[in-house]
Antibody, heavy 121, light 110 residues
């Protein structure tokens, strides 16, 4: 079955970087993109950006441009999200999600289990 | 402040029909399709409705979606206790060049 499995929880100090991985299985990774979505404690969902599984092209939300890098390793079907210059308000659950695209529309299915990133001094 | 507007809470009794609204603008809902996600506490979101009104395999037909103009709605008929969850609408935004979410609606089954 289609599945996304993310790396484990991280605790980082302010100013540090974090790199979260998302390993896909059950489908051809080059046929789909991966988006990253985060959820601060008790808050809603926030899209961070997308990476193509076909050619590695990226589209980052303006809020994160310059601070986030998404990469993919097709040989291991693993996508990575690195966030730099961490602040306390980056404390959140970070999800990867497969983007399914059709003509004029797209949606996220499935989602990874989430990775908790805690930023604290 | 979310780009799409949802009521923070909704409630109903078992068997009842409830609707959750999602309001946007011409740059998002007004120009593209709407998706809905269901999230139980401590778990990842799950796709519930895509392309305004399509249900993925395994989603009961008690769940339905609709869109009109710059607004969308999720309806749940025959409400069950296991429907208690958070529900999020989402749509692509042409101005932001990315998908946007509603703030989420917490559904309580009384």
């Amino acid at each position: 079955q289609v599945q996304l499995v993310q790396s484990g929880a991280e605790v980082k100090k302010p100013g540090a970087s974090v790199k979260v991985s998302c390993k896909a299985s059950g489908y051809t990774v080059t046929n789909y993109g991966i988006s990253w979505v985060r959820q601060a404690p008790g808050q809603g969902l926030e899209w961070m950006g997308w990476i193509s599984g076909y050619n590695g092209n990226t589209n980052y939300a303006q809020k994160f441009q310059g601070r986030v890098t998404m990469t993919t390793d097709t040989s291991t079907s693993t996508t990575y999200m690195e966030l730099r210059s961490l602040r306390s308000d980056d404390t959140a659950l970070y999800y990867c999600a497969r983007e399914v695209a059709a003509t004029g529309s797209s949606w996220f299915d499935p989602w990874g289990q989430g990775t908790l990133v805690t930023v604290s001094s | 402040q979310s780009v799409l507007t949802q009521p923070p809470s909704a409630s109903g009794t078992p068997g009842q029909r409830v609707t959750i609204s999602c309001s946007g603008s011409s740059s998002n809902i007004g120009s593209t399709t709407v998706n809905w996600y269901q999230q139980f506490p401590g778990t990842a979101p799950k796709l519930l409705i895509y392309n305004n009104n399509q249900r993925p395999s395994g989603v009961p037909d008690r769940f339905s979606g609709s869109k009109s103009g710059t607004s969308a709605s999720l309806a749940i008929s025959g409400l069950q206790s296991e429907d208690e969850a958070d529900y999020y609408c989402a749509a692509w935004d042409d101005s932001l060049n990315g998908p946007v979410f509603g703030g989420g609606t917490k559904l309580t089954v009384l």
